[in-house]
């Protein structure tokens, strides 16, 4: 009751309500095309809107020299045009509106020949939608008209475009964007594309460039002897998978979306790499970011064929000593997301990468499409470190076709032969045939025989004795089979000529080099290996077909 009472004897407040659509100060800043208290008729198709002279001037620059430089087939006979140039002004800047235009020629006349107004002036018939003109009548009364869909954009965009009205143009082209992906219609705000790194995109520099020029939207058509603008359908992608999208969509408005397995991020990666947002892709591609307590750094882990060119540095080594100068870590930022770079952990797959225990050092031999990225990955380092990418003399690229034409090896960048020096150490976390593997000290030293020399730049083509009469020919050991029938770790293990690694983690050293094709050289230093040693392991790990 109390509050019943409160309500009864409170003043009554005035409605709160929106401005209205024209107040004195709008009105005030019409220009006077048009009589403003006049209506005039325009017929629509079946339908007759009458519009004031205020609504119809609101939209569409207007002075009386555009007049005379274009004649219009609905105004008065031709004598009723003003006389004077025709040829100083450029219709498109100063041009009327398609209303303006035809019933100023009408007033103009009517005030020349002294005929009365209400009957000098003329119904406009105009052959178009009038359901989407009626959307059109509201924005120039003042109101603002949203599109609905896309259907509703294109339509409402190309008779502005007909009719010559600016405003609602620049209106209409900061509204969303409005397309269908996979028969699925999508209404995507513009400032979602506002991040350095998701533009320029498809919708930028495809399908919405075509919306986006309000100068032109019928490039090549002369306005003039227009009857009716062509016909245009909405931006439509029916290729790609609606679904996909609405997840993308979902992380470029900043919300987390559940990567469900590796498929499921290849088709998330797919489709950005689709549409461009490369940003958001490289938040995709699978990462590890940690701080190594133990090394005191940042560490990022990434997989080969996602490094960039952009994102690659090189860092001096804090940690050596004050003789070696060229000491450094290859460190990486991805493009667009990270804002410092950390250590590069570099992850090689798909049994890509044969290990050589060669006399005096260990080597990485690489296939395939793996063979390439290494060596191009080279050559980036190469220039961060102000070297050639190449070694190659440049008239033997020129007699071959240039260095499109030569597969790229890491042997022809300074940096390297085309067998990679490799660093095997006890931090070295190995897999072996399937089972933990531990290197021991005669292993270590062995796997490693330059290790000390190397660590302070001073090792580069110095032979270990040890590890020479270690690995000749035809030194692999018999391998111990225990009673569960698995091969003996250890020295033989070691001992054999070469390992196919499966998945490798590697950080890239820069170190100096003594007897090399530069100062300088890379090692890759082995964090993680799962490796196999013969046929037999391999089979051993194959699976059987399902199905």
């Known amino acids: 009751m109390s509050v019943a009472n409160t309500n009864n004897n409170a003043k009554p407040q005035p409605p709160s309500r929106s401005p209205a659509p024209r107040d004195e100060a709008q009105v005030a800043k019409i220009p006077h095309i048009l009589p403003h208290e006049r209506v005039f008729p325009i017929q629509i198709g079946n339908e007759l809107f009458k519009l004031s002279g205020a609504s119809i001037s609101s939209d569409g620059a207007f002075t009386i020299l555009a007049i005379l430089t274009r004649s219009y087939r609905h105004a008065a006979e ?63 009364q003042g109101y603002h008209v949203k599109p609905r869909d896309g259907t509703h954009f294109v339509r409402l965009f190309a008779d502005a475009q007909f009719y010559s009205l600016p405003k609602l143009i620049s209106q209409l082209y900061e509204e969303s964007i409005f397309i269908s992906i996979g028969h699925r219609e999508f209404q995507i705000p513009r400032d979602i594309f506002t991040d350095p790194g998701n533009s320029p995109n498809f919708f930028s520099l495809g399908f919405a460039v075509f919306f986006s020029n309000p100068e032109d939207l019928f490039p090549g058509l002369e306005r003039e002897g227009l009857l009716r603008p062509p016909s245009i359908l909405p931006p439509s992608v029916p290729h790609r998978s609606a679904e996909t999208f609405a997840e993308i969509l979902h992380l470029l408005r900043g919300y987390p979306v559940t990567i ?44 080969l064929e996602d490094i960039l060119k952009s994102g690659i540095s090189v860092a001096a080594d804090v940690l050596a000593s004050p003789g070696d100068h060229l000491s450094g870590w290859v460190n990486y930022a991805r493009p667009y997301v990270d804002d410092r770079a950390a250590e590069l952990v570099l992850e090689i797959g798909g ?40 070694t190659q003399p440049l008239g033997l690229l020129m007699a071959s076709g240039g260095a499109g034409s030569q597969p790229p090896t890491p042997g022809h960048t300074p940096l390297s032969e085309d067998l990679v020096r490799v660093s095997v150490d006890s931090d070295t976390s190995i897999t072996l045939d399937g089972k933990p593997y531990t290197l021991d000290a005669d292993d270590l030293h062995i796997a490693n025989p330059m290790s000390a020399a190397s660590s302070t730049g001073q090792g580069g083509g110095i032979e270990s004795p040890t590890a020479s009469s270690a690995f000749q020919p035809n030194s692999r050991k018999r391998r111990r089979v225990d009673s569960q029938g698995h091969a003996a770790a250890g020295q033989a293990a070691l001992a054999a000529d070469e390992w196919v690694v499966r998945t490798g983690q590697w ?4 170190q100096g080099s003594r007897g090399g094709k530069s100062s300088v050289e890379v090692v890759l230093v082995a964090v993680k290996l799962d490796a196999y040693s013969s046929e037999n392991a391999r089979n051993a790990a194959r699976g059987f077909l399902n199905g």
Not at 122 to 130: A, G, N, S, V, W
Not at 269 to 294: A, M, T, V, W
Request: aromatic share 10%; charged share 30%; proline share 6%.
């Open 78 to 140: 031709p004598s009723a045009l003003p006389r004077g140039p025709s040829k100083t002004l450029p219709v498109r800047s100063l041009a009327p509106s398609y209303f303006s235009q035809y019933f100023y020629c009408q007033v103009k006349k009517a005030q020349e020949t002294g005929e009365d107004l209400s009957n000098a002036i003329r119904t406009l018939y105009i052959d178009r939608d009038p359901q989407t003109f009626a959307d059109i009548s509201l924005h120039l």
């Open 260 to 303: 469900r397995n590796e498929t499921h991020r290849a088709e998330l990666l797919r489709d950005c790499r689709y549409f461009n947002f490369k940003g958001l892709e490289q938040k995709l591609i699978p990462h590890h970011i940690s701080y190594n307590q133990s090394r005191r750094r940042e560490e990022i882990v990434l997989r």
């Open 351 to 390: 049994e890509s990468t044969r290990i050589h225990f060669q006399a005096g050092a260990v080597r990485a031999e690489f296939f395939r499409d793996t063979r390439a990225r290494v060596a191009r990955l080279f050559e980036v380092v190469a220039t961060k470190l102000n070297l050639p990418p190449t």
């Open 507 to 510: 950080r890239l050293k820069i």
